[in-house]
């Protein structure tokens, strides 16, 4: 590129969007100074019906409502898509990338559902599509995986990848808060949306998933791929008995290869307390990966949020600008288009420690059934843990039905399904058996 | 670049020299395939009178020992030099330069004390000097400081950069061994050298600070301008009531923006237990980053050693090959020689807490001495730990010495300096009183 201004064209001006504003037109004069030549607002387009967007700091002229007023701007190099979703935003970033603009997106939902078409579209019309800002916030984490990392086969990645469910998982844990009762205060804290499905369905987390283990693992992949359970079932029950054990509940997002497959889920999860990535508490997010030259390294920050997300989007822009980010989209080859579809594992297959949590009528013989079933399914006890029954105790049951926890040592997936079928159809079962990865970090 | 092989030409090859081979042989193919052109090894330059060089998987015909035959091979693009300290090391560097070819170092002593004439010469002549391995092993802090945090003024940087240090305080701390004793364990375990100076006095952290700070505080700056202590003098006493208080003892690189001006320093410092950063134990590295716009950012990995090293060299040798590293190092303003040297400020108006240990006789109205006096610097006290003398009580002093622990507030370090001054004098007081920063990581 030239010395002359990078011009920008900003899609969406809501929370996101007007901390890229903030940073643009505050630090207009350092970035001046770092990239050699100023980086100007040209077009800042918002939907006239929306009215939330918060335009104070957009350059005098500079706000349109209409998509043709927009594209027709010559002087915007980038274009930076905000609007989110994948309605509208999918034909913002088809038409920037096909009208030869880089595209800067925060946009995960789109990058998973999306990235097998958008990626070549880009390459075909030679310019970059940036993406930092869809995963982990602020964290500069694709940044590594698309540089210095690339020296690596990766071997495993387990993230904390939503702040909602991260800070609603502290609170159980801090304040012995049940589910419902820490969502509401994360609502009110600002940390939830008032539909907070995607969120605590772990959705979100599978999104970025989809996005991070593509360029981690070099597989070609879409979210749908992408087994998924949420927090929202999760009982305070399990987290508590989990803190007794030594263990931390976590919403992991997990891409692991065995034997050249790849294992791909998002989950509730144990790890043990003194893990790192456990003691990444409140709304942060984290990803601890395991490389197999460099081992085990680990990121955390914040994973949302205005000025963190508008980080990682002006520090897109700055590399496009810069050409490093060009020369590494257009020079390299481990783009998401240009890998092979993953060789998936059959989850049944998948090796990993459990937790096992049944509640049973209280009568001589119901602890032997329980391990003999275990053991007729090839699976060995790490520990077991069975209170006295106690009145009043909402927490272990109360009355004759007690909670027996057990966690086991390595076992097949498929293996631990079948023996919990077998429990959960026994007699002195109550209730559906619950069933919690625990997950023991490589050595790295 | 064009598509023909990118040439490499290796000067060292020691435990990290033998890793880099190791990867380039061994992952030769996926390189290949991710840079779309091979990377061939052209020459490997060792000393000969010093045979411990591993070379099994060196090609044949690259093993040379004369620097004129590696320096002929026009062949080579990229020279790796891991030869390590800053005598042959700064030649042979100027001289690849010199010849046009980009370097790759993990020489961190030669970047802060040679930098400021290195990068200016790596410019003049067309060519990148790239250093990831330089500081904390193959954790990829720089690459994220030089691409995606570039959006940010970077306002405090806390490092446990040296795993040697980090191995040792974590076996006084766990297993209560005194710092003599964790420090032959960890010679015994590979983790610190046969002569630990180097790294148990500090100086390979004050190393690695000067080229991390001048980098994230656009500064310029040596190392020679960073105050350091080491672990050499910690006493187990300290480790312990630390841990009593709810602190870790860590060996800190520290980096912070007051009021525009920088304060720099290496010494042992306490962090809250539960901070992320206090739990990165044993040999590994991690680094705490606050931006003004991204918040607080966290990384951790091993610091050294073969494979993770080797990780950081080749990962920089891709980007380089690719283009990426070497438009951000032609087109950004980000470099160590492009800065103006730090304002630094007065180490006595840096404002924090403070633990400090005072052994006294324990005779009636000591408590009230100690305490008026940091009143009269206007020191105001956190907390205040005597315990019961104890006979034959190493750690707690034993006979009528007892060891008095007071925490402060937020005070000035030249108040705290001047009253540690006036106490030292008492009468009362036995021996030098200790003083450790306890550090508060800020809100980010």
Known sequence: MSDKAIGVGLIGCGTVGSGV????????????????????????????????????????????????????????????????????????????????????????????????????????????????????????????LQHNLTANRNVAMYGIL??????????????????????????AAGFAEADPTLDVSGGDSAHKLAVLASLAFGVSLTD???????????????????????????????????????????????????????????????????????????????????????????GDLINIACGAYTAAFANLRIWPDQHEPADRMDPNDITTRFYLRVNVVDVPGVMGRLTTILGEHDISISAVMQHEPQEDDEVHGGGDIVPVVITTHDAKAGALRAAVRKIAALDSTRGEPVVIRIVDLPEG
Chains 1, 2 share one sequence.
């Open 224 to 314: 749908d791929e992408v087994p998924c359970e949420g927090i929202d079932t999760l009982d305070l029950t399990d987290v508590r008995f989990g803190t007794e054990l030594g263990y931390t509940a976590k919403l992991l997002a997990i891409a692991e290869r065995f034997n050249g497959k790849l294992a791909l889920g998002v989950a509730p999860c144990f790890l043990h307390d003194d893990d790192p990535l456990a003691r990444i508490g409140g709304s942060f997010n984290a990803i601890s990966l395991f490389g197999h030259a460099v081992g085990h390294t680990l990121y955390s920050g914040r994973g949302a949020g205005m000025m963190p997300t508008a980080s990682a989007v002006v």
């Open 162 to 187: 939503n702040g909602t469910c991260n800070y609603i998982l502290t609170q159980m844990i801090d304040n012995g808060a049940p589910y419902e009762a820490a969502l509401a205060e994360a609502q």
């Open 21 to 144: 504003v903030k940073l643009l037109v505050e630090e207009a004069d350092v970035y001046a100074q770092r990239l050699g030549r100023p980086i100007v607002i040209r077009k800042v387009l918002v939907r006239e019906q929306d009215k939330d967007y918060k335009t104070e700091q957009v350059p005098k002229g500079a706000l349109v409502h209409d998509p043709d007023a927009f594209f027709a701007d010559d002087g915007i190099d980038v274009v930076i898509e905000l609007a989110g979703g994948k309605g509208a935003a999918l034909t913002f970033v088809k038409r920037a990338l096909e009208a030869g603009k880089h595209v800067v997106t925060a946009n995960k939902a789109l990058l998973a559902a999306h990235g097998p078409e958008l990626f070549p579209l880009a390459r075909k019309h030679g310019v970059a599509l940036a993406f930092e800002a869809s995963c982990g916030g602020g964290i500069p984490f694709i940044t590594a």
